[in-house]
Nanobody
């Protein structure tokens, strides 16, 4: 079992920045691929970013160039640096973990491919 706890959400103005953190406990962190997803009000949960054990990174279409995902295996933590935030970035941001293994369908951007989820942290961007 893996427990994930997100932090760093809050209220920020249009154009501002936030850094989200997700700390994992329970298993060897480096054995997991880590992802961030978000759910905007009234919308389906969507992929934001992912980072795999070798450092490979993946980003959602609307996050490239503004968001940066990174991980610190020594601290069991994955980070999401969000810059140039827009009101459309408002939502609950979720951290997710997947034990590293071959994908049977899709890839790091697919919600159902993750094994564990955090409770989420609210990000609100005001205009």
């Amino acid at each position: 079992q893996v427990q994930l706890v997100e932090s760093g959400g809050g209220l920020v103005q249009d154009g501002g920045s936030l850094r989200l953190s997700c700390t994992a406990s329970g298993r060897t962190f480096s054995n997991y691929g880590m992802g961030w997803f978000r759910r905007a009000p009234g919308k389906e949960r969507e992929f934001v970013a992912a980072i795999w054990s070798g450092g490979s990174t993946y980003y959602g279409e609307y996050m490239k160039g503004r968001f940066t995902i990174s991980r610190d295996n020594a601290r069991n933590t994955v980070f999401l640096q969000m810059n140039s935030l827009k009101p459309d970035d408002t939502g609950v941001y979720y951290c997710a973990a997947r034990l590293l293994r071959a994908f049977s369908s899709g890839g790091p951007n697919v919600e159902k491919n993750y094994d564990y989820w955090g409770q989420g942290t609210q990000v609100t961007v005001s205009s």
